[in-house]
């Protein structure tokens, strides 16, 4: 059995006169939205998590981050947690007997729908549709891989769901957690402070979101387009539908080749 895990996020929701360190015990808090971070690198966590909006809805208990570190289930001496691909090639792999022991520590504390995710560019890819279920679910395991991967064996015999962020390739699975999480948090209640903010930015409805303009009225020779300027609702929501089409159109045109056949 590896040490405890790293938390982050508040044991209790209530004021302070100083902010409770987001490096806590293991802790949880009932029926909290819970990450749990399987990494060779735990100090990577929370990262940018820990700033803006999901740092503010981590210290206050609307979420909970946990992070079990590879290198605590390592073997022998050295903690080694990999070894050469079987059948020969470059790099190493991950091995099943460090990896399988860690997922199941993390997914000792899971409940209900949980489901475990594993970053790699070979998974399917990620989406605002799966940001949208992972928030609806309990919480969520990912485990965030390094070198060639790991040994196949761990995702069949936990039915591990591999996704990806993009057709490329980073040197571990630590940036591309933290980007999902983002994508996550930020839709479960209360993270936002304006909920309608989420119905109509990019993705939510199968579309770009519309071009965003602020003060001032005229800048460097550009106008802010009349019709935002005219207070009719109805014409400016017409305007930004039409808008968010065609960027979707020129843009994204696999996007609206979808959004055609599910119409």
Known sequence: MGDAPRSHGRKTIRQALKPRSLMEGDEELAGVWQARIVT?????????????LTGRALSEGRWQLHTH????????????????????????VLRADVVGPAIEAAQAHARGRW?????????????????????RSDGVTMLCGRFEGVDERVLEHYGVTEVSLGDFVMTGGEPAAQAMLDATVRLLPGVLGNAESTVEESHSAGLLEHPQYTRPASWEGREIPPVLMSGNHGEIEKWRRAQAEELTRTRRPDMWTRRDQSS
């Open 40 to 52: 060779l690198f735990p100090d990577a966590f929370p990262g940018v998590l820990g700033l803006s």
């Open 69 to 92: 570190d590879l290198r605590d289930f390592g073997i022998g001496k050295h903690r080694n947690v990999d070894d050469t691909p079987a059948g020969g090639g470059a790099g190493m």
């Open 115 to 135: 489901p475990v995710l594993y970053m790699s560019p070979r998974g399917r890819p990620f989406d605002q549709a799966m940001a949208r279920d992972l928030a």
